[in-house]
């Protein structure tokens, strides 16, 4: 199957910083995405990866490595509204635009 | 540029009774897709219509399905309701000339089976 793997849940303190991981079955990659998901609303995107390295966007950034089907979410200079569920998210070879989404980490922000 | 927009938002049926959702993707794009998401199973890919065809398809039954229109708007249907069809319908569009591609999400429709 296509498993994406990632933390159920994280806590961290205002201020820090905090790294999500994910992992991914390697056969036919095409492509990462990261969402941030706050409670009962729609996934917002953050990134995409679909070269090794790390792309960075302001406080957020992500990583790839290819050969290890391995993909991280850093959150730099935490905020309270930081709290909300992080989605990695592959899509494969042949899937067009169907992404395979992973069961995301709850991210809780404390003071 | 107005988001991605799903009608209706909030949804109760009983079971045995059927339902239409829509979703009005971003001006431009030509791909929607569509996805559940439950408490216990996360986000699942339904089904993706591109130009009017159906490009790709997930894991679900038949009693769901869909289409799209000319204008790139699209609808799901499912039939026979169930009480595990409970979850959060979400459309996503994007571009879709190449993939996978940016897809930005709509807000949602919460399906409630009695």
């Known amino acids: 199957g296509q498993n994406i793997d990632q933390p159920t849940e994280m806590t961290a303190t205002e201020g820090a910083i905090v790294q999500i991981n994910c992992t991914y079955q390697?056969?036919?990659?095409?492509?990462l995405f990261w969402y941030q998901q706050h409670a009962g609303e729609a996934p917002t995107f953050l990134s995409y990866?679909?070269?090794?390295g790390l792309e960075e966007k302001g406080r957020f950034s992500s990583f790839l490595s290819r050969s290890k089907g391995y993909s991280y979410l850093l959150l730099k200079e935490l905020q309270m509204k930081d709290s909300a569920s992080y989605l990695c998210?592959?899509?494969?070879?042949?899937?067009?635009?169907?992404?395979?989404f992973g069961t995301g980490t709850q991210l809780k922000v404390e003071l | 540029k107005a988001g991605v927009t799903q009608t209706p938002r909030y949804l109760i049926k009983t079971r045995g009774q059927q339902v239409t959702l829509s979703c009005s993707p971003i001006?431009?794009?030509?791909?929607v897709s569509w996805y559940q998401q439950t408490p216990g199973q996360g986000l699942q890919f339904l089904f993706e219509?591109?130009?009017?065809?159906?490009?790709n398809k997930g894991n679900f039954p038949g009693r769901f399905s869909g289409r799209q229109f000319s204008n790139s708007r699209s609808e799901m249907n499912v039939s026979t309701l169930e009480l595990g069809d409970s979850a959060l319908y979400l459309c996503?569009?994007?571009?879709?000339?190449?993939?996978?591609?940016?897809?930005?999400f709509g807000p949602g429709t919460r399906l409630t089976v009695t």
């Open positions: 996503a569009s994007s571009f879709g000339t190449t993939s996978p591609y940016e897809q930005y």
């Open positions: 390697t056969s036919g990659f095409n492509g």
């Open positions: 990866n679909v070269l090794d």
């Open positions: 998210a592959v899509g494969f070879t042949g899937g067009g635009n169907k992404l395979t």
């Open positions: 001006s431009g794009h030509r791909s």
């Open positions: 219509y591109f130009s009017e065809t159906q490009r």
